[in-house]
């Protein structure tokens, strides 16, 4: 006999971790795809990344540390470049820069994978973001993403 | 776990509350899944928020585990009775040893039991602690506790037994 144990799938993760961040807004969206499709777009931070994330043009991984973290140079739309250390794993990408914070989480559901985004301008130093245009910036990166998976034009 | 974890963010590095975040998660899912069972993914998220958000009023970074333990349980019983899956505390529903017999495990006794009363056996049981130190994280007298403890483990015995 065992107990049971409660999971935290990656979206609820991603949930209570923005909720620690003053200023963060959580988009959300259903993806009529397999979770492998999904993540197979969302997870490439070298090829699909800057498709979708509106502010990131291109992102290189320069380098993983003993502990298994990434570290990776982004360059913004706006010719801004920013260095980010990066927790990568199946569903789930935690980036943070001294400037930048980008979450993006995946869970399979059956309607097919539930997305969640969040990130912005961060606050320097702290773990805040400035709140302007996150929500419009979220629903738009999602838009994208979902439009990248089904093989449209983004 | 390293107080320095905590103590990076309590700072505001995003890095370390998503360390943090992945170091506490297992262990806040013994103490919900128990005291929540379907709800338990919800409540393990709710016990983060909170934790989380309180992060900054910890003083002591040793004394996190603990810590976020209070707050699991309580968010627990409280998304347990939110969602309403469970019968209401009433001592006489305790199982009959006929339902218990057909038990196949523990979800199946604590299925039967109260948010309350699964909080008392998870505190007591899994975690170890004493009678008084439960009370007060549950904030019920002590012979509350007793009585909790006393009607839920005999009917795990008979689980068990069975």
Redo the contacts between chains.
């Keep these: 006999?065992?107990?049971?144990?409660?999971?935290?799938?990656p979206v609820?993760?991603l949930?209570?971790?923005a909720?620690?961040?003053p200023g963060a807004y959580v988009a959300e969206r259903v993806i009529p795809a397999p979770f492998a499709a999904v993540w197979a777009v969302a997870g490439d931070l070298e090829k699909e990344f800057g498709t979708f994330e509106p502010d990131m043009r291109r992102l290189t991984l320069d380098s993983a540390r003993p502990d298994g973290?990434l570290v990776a140079r982004a360059r913004s739309r706006y010719g801004m470049r920013a260095r980010f250390?990066v927790?990568l794993r199946p569903g789930w990408c935690?980036m943070?820069s001294r400037f930048l914070?980008v979450g993006l989480a995946a869970t399979a559901v059956p309607e097919g994978t539930l997305v969640a985004q969040t990130g912005g301008v961060r606050v320097p130093?702290?773990?805040?973001l400035v709140p302007w245009g996150v929500r419009a910036a979220g629903d738009r990166a999602l838009a994208r993403l979902a439009a990248r998976v089904a093989g449209r034009p983004v | 776990m390293t107080p320095g974890l905590v103590l990076a963010?309590q700072r505001?590095?995003?890095?370390a509350?998503?360390?943090l975040?992945t170091e506490l998660?297992?262990y806040?899912?013994?103490i919900?899944?128990?005291i929540?069972?379907d709800s338990?993914?919800?409540?393990?998220?709710e016990a983060?928020?909170a934790i989380?958000?309180h992060?900054p009023d910890l003083r002591e970074p040793e004394a996190l585990h603990g810590w976020a333990r209070a707050i699991a349980v309580r968010e627990a019983v409280r998304i347990a009775r939110r969602d309403g899956r469970s019968s209401p505390a009433e001592l006489d529903g305790l199982p009959s040893p006929q339902d218990v017999e057909r038990a196949v495990?523990?979800?199946d006794v604590?299925e039967r039991l109260p948010p309350e009363h699964r909080a008392v056996l998870v505190l007591r049981d899994?975690e170890g602690l004493p009678e008084e130190a439960a009370a007060r994280l549950l904030r019920v007298p002590s012979g509350t506790v007793k009585s909790r403890l006393h009607r839920a483990r005999a009917s795990f015995r008979r689980?068990?037994q069975g």
Excluded: E, K
């Design positions: 006999m065992s107990w049971p144990v409660a999971d935290l799938d609820r993760r949930r209570a971790l909720a620690a961040i973290r250390d927790d935690w943070q914070l130093g702290r773990a805040a | 963010a505001g590095d995003t890095m509350m998503n360390d975040l998660t297992p806040l899912g013994r919900c899944g128990p929540a069972l338990g993914p919800d409540a393990v998220q983060l928020i989380f958000r992060l495990d523990i979800r604590l899994l689980a068990w």
